[in-house]
């Protein structure tokens, strides 16, 4: 039997070097059972926007490749490329993917898109990057490009999760960013992380939409209002469908466009994505 899954692990192996696209697993750490974070080589030839995202996957049993969207949550000068996902026990890809290990490879294709990226946004003061869960990939990506902090005065991150442990990768990202000898001369102190719980007692506790609509954030953060000004405020939005939904509701009543890469306006928005 040992014989067996040898021989099968090997074949893996071969079959996805193989294909084109594969890349070579560098780094895995697993912060709950249900997240974890990992590295990979990146193509040459992949150019992309701190924000985007592309597709991943590995093959299934007979071969055939399971794809899945990824935002990357690395910087666009970063030389690897960082991910961070979720782990569904029955979920088609990330059933298998969560069992990676350095040395492993997995399938890129090295085609980024995206709407959550600078360009779609117009010139403002102020951006707010909204997420839940594993939505604060993309800007895992975008609070490390120099760019963001370039073109606002200040960068309010608001992650929200069920509980603390869920939160570690993105504390842990941020507080190193003010030390970091790449980008910490331009995060300065223009960057305010403001995580918050829901299902576990923690000091900020609440939805990112109750923190926006009671004022709370404005108010803890010393901002001297109490709503965003589609004149100042930019936003990105990144979780579930429904937490998204919600989020543009109150963007839009203050008086916020969603824009695009074509028409550039106060906010973006894209669904985080489950494997
Ligand atoms: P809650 O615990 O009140 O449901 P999930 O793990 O289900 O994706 O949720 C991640 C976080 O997003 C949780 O803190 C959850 O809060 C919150 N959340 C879920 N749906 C919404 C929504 N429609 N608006 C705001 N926050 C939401």
Redesign the pocket.
Same mark, same amino acid.
């Given at each position: 039997k040992q014989m067996n899954e040898q021989t099968a692990v090997t074949q893996t192996a071969a079959q996805v070097k193989t294909l084109p696209d594969a890349q070579t697993v560098t780094d895995v750490r697993h912060y709950t059972d249900r997240l974890f974070y990992f590295r990979v080589t990146r193509p040459r030839t992949l150019r992309f926007r701190s924000g985007e995202f592309v597709m991943i996957g590995l093959p299934d049993d007979n071969g055939k490749p399971i794809m899945r969207a990824y935002s990357i949550a690395s910087p666009a000068w970063d030389e690897g490329l960082d991910f961070y996902s979720i782990k569904v026990q029955d979920g088609p890809l990330t059933s298998r993917l969560q069992h990676i290990q350095p040395g492993d490879q997995i399938i890129l294709k090295p085609k980024p898109v995206g709407t959550l990226v600078l360009d779609a946004l117009l010139p403002g003061k102020r951006l707010w990057l909204l997420a839940? !869960?594993t939505g604060i990939a993309p800007f895992a990506s975008l609070m490390r490009d120099p760019d963001t902090y370039e073109r606002y005065d200040q960068v309010i991150m608001m992650h929200?999760?069920?509980e603390v442990a869920e939160l570690e990768y993105g504390r842990e990202l941020i507080e190193s960013l003010p030390e970091d000898p790449l980008i910490g001369e331009f995060v300065g102190d223009k960057l305010k992380y403001y995580p918050a719980?829901? &299902?576990e007692d923690f000091r900020t506790m609440g &939805?990112?939409?109750d923190n926006l609509t009671s004022g709370k954030v404005f108010a803890e953060l010393g901002l001297g209002c109490a709503k965003m000004d589609p004149a100042v405020d930019r936003a990105m939005v990144c !979780?579930?469908l429904?937490?998204n939904?919600?989020?543009m509701a109150i963007l839009d009543g203050w008086g916020l466009r969603e824009g695009a890469n074509s028409e550039p306006a106060e906010y973006v928005v894209e669904k985080a994505f489950v494997g």
């Open positions: 839940t !869960g929200t999760c069920r719980t829901t &299902r &939805r990112v939409t !979780g579930s429904e937490f939904k919600d989020i």
